[in-house]
């Protein structure tokens, strides 16, 4: 499903050069539920970044269903994005003029699926994770849990094979983490989706079907 | 599309104080294109219009214009007007002749210019535009009778003048029949400071034969230009002079009234178009503002899979729609101010002037404020959609 092969980067800043990801060759399969843990700093976000194909490598190469992604056009690889992708953000990242029902629509509205098609699928995802009754309140009338969980549905408008979350727990209290795993966990299980998440926590860690430590920019084995 | 609109509305109204801004900058530039070309084509028409109701008359001066004053090279003398009988399609020739008096009213003494001519032509010529606030005009037996201008009335005189009031110019007794209205600013050098005597009169107190002007008018309008040049060789023959006479047509006038107003025209789309430019730059600051602001949701679309041309089309469409609101309320306003404006220039200028606020002005003024709008939106637009998925999420 998704590979990678001497996956590098390097980040510039003025002088300083940071090598946060060192050859990086790692493997998920399809239908695997794989947790990323590490302490801060040790390159899971900017790995996380690369498997979305929200950002390039500055060496090796991402391969998503056998294509190298470094080989894609701009527009080719927000389609990837759009279409094969999930991404779900610690900081939830809704948009805050959209209402609950057009944030999750978004993706499909740049998708070009019609309105009424868009908004009939927004809100039957609102309501598999569980916010079927806030469909028109906005981000900042949200909890912090249900803005995450808006995100979830908005990250699977597009019907996704890969979500990946990078800290998706890192924001909501534990019980609002708790229901966000079991979100995720379901699409697993239920859906077979492949899910990739990054978290801290080891009891969440516990639950994927894989676990992986990051260190210094290295996937440890 | 329609969602499009939409979601680049929202963000309008997001951000609404600034989006006010925004509008109101293009709308003064669209608004003073607006008003001042309607005002512009008001005075223009209003001009013109006077003139063309003379369009069958030749205006024949003993002098040519040298820049923007006549400079006199004598008279014209009977021969010359004999001559101009013979020339085919007149219809009508008089003859004007005027000079400077001494006026004396209560023992008061003013020099005054004196205007004397068939009494009919001058009727058309000045009656008719200026009109009359008190008494009437002159006939031609009134050999004793004058007709004043408003300031000869009003101005010259420690007493203000009224029918029936007696003048004595150069010696001889006249009786005032007749005082003009305020002429506009047309009218007002040839009417205001003026005594007008019948021909007859004229020549006797200003004791001269001399013809100082002569008014042709023509049967065919089109010809009148061929006839003006034919006017201008004869009269220059008999005084042996390659430049003694001109004729002026009122089409010839109106042609340099035209060229003036290109000139007036020029200068008024000079000022628009700064207002104009001081407006793009607006827009340009709240695009790119906007942009900055939203580098973090901009970044969220690419990541949930926006192409950069997504991105470019919402912030052009945002532009756009600001930039349009800016050029209908602008070719509203312009409209208003345009009313006002030609308001105020009838009362200072006496001329009556109605703003003509053409469509085709008010369709070029709002497709100006969008052409505006996109090409002062396309830099930001462009660097919008440009930021890479994870630079602008991570600022978050
Ligand atoms: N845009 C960036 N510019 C410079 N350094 C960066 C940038 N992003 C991350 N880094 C650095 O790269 C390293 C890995 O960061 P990151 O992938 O965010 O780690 P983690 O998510 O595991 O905390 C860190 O040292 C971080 O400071
Ligand atoms: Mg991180």
Known sequence: ?221 | MRDKFLLAFRSIKERKARSILTVLGIAVGIAAIVALMSVGYGMEHAITGELTEMADMISVMPGEIRGATYVERGSFTDRDVSDLQRIGGIKDISTMTYDAAKVEYRNENVPIFVFGGDTKELEGFYVDPVGLKEGRWLRENDYKGCVIGDRVANDFFDEVLHVNDKLVINGEKFIVVGVFEKGDMLYSNDVDRNIFLTLRAAKEVLRTDEIKYIIVRVYEIDEAEGIAEEIEERINDNHGLDDFAMAMTMGSMIEMMGDIFNIIRGVLAGIAAIALIVASIGIMNTMLMSVMERTHEIGVMKAIGAKSSDVLSLFLLESSIVSLMGGVIGCLLGWVVAKVLSFLASTASGLEIAAIVKPEVLLGGIAVALIVGVLSGFYPARKASKMSPVEAVRYG
Not at chain 1, 39 to 50: E, H, I, M, Q
Not at chain 1, 83 to 91: A, L, N, P, V, W
Not at chain 1, 149 to 161: C, G, K, M, T, Y
């Open chain 1, 1 to 221: 499903m998704i590979h990678t092969e001497n996956l590098s980067k390097t980040y510039r800043m003025g002088e300083v050069e940071v090598q946060a990801l060192r050859d990086v060759n790692l493997e998920i399969k399809d239908g695997e539920f794989i947790a990323i843990i590490g302490p801060s700093g040790s390159g899971k976000s900017t790995l996380l970044n690369l498997l979305g194909c929200l950002d390039k490598p500055t060496s090796g190469a991402v391969f998503i269903d056998g294509i190298n992604t470094g080989k894609l056009s701009e527009n080719a690889l927000a389609e990837i994005r759009r279409e094969k992708i999930g991404f779900i953000f610690q900081q939830f990242n809704l948009i805050h003029t959209l209402n609950a029902l057009e944030n999750v629509a978004l993706p499909m509205f740049f998708a070009g699926v019609g309105r009424e098609a868009r908004l009939k699928k927004a809100e039957e995802l609102l309501v598999k994770v569980g916010l079927g009754d806030r469909i028109y309140h906005k981000p900042s009338e949200l909890s912090g849990g249900q803005q995450q969980r808006v995100a979830i549905a908005r990250s699977l408008s597009n019907d996704p094979e890969v979500v990946i979350g990078d800290e998706p727990t890192g924001n909501v209290d534990t019980e609002a983490g708790d229901a966000i795993m079991d979100i995720l966990e379901g699409l697993n299980r239920d859906e077979g989706r492949t899910i990739i998440v990054v978290t801290h926590d080891a009891e969440i860690a516990a639950r994927a079907g894989r676990t992986k430590r990051m260190r210094d920019g290295k996937v440890l084995d």
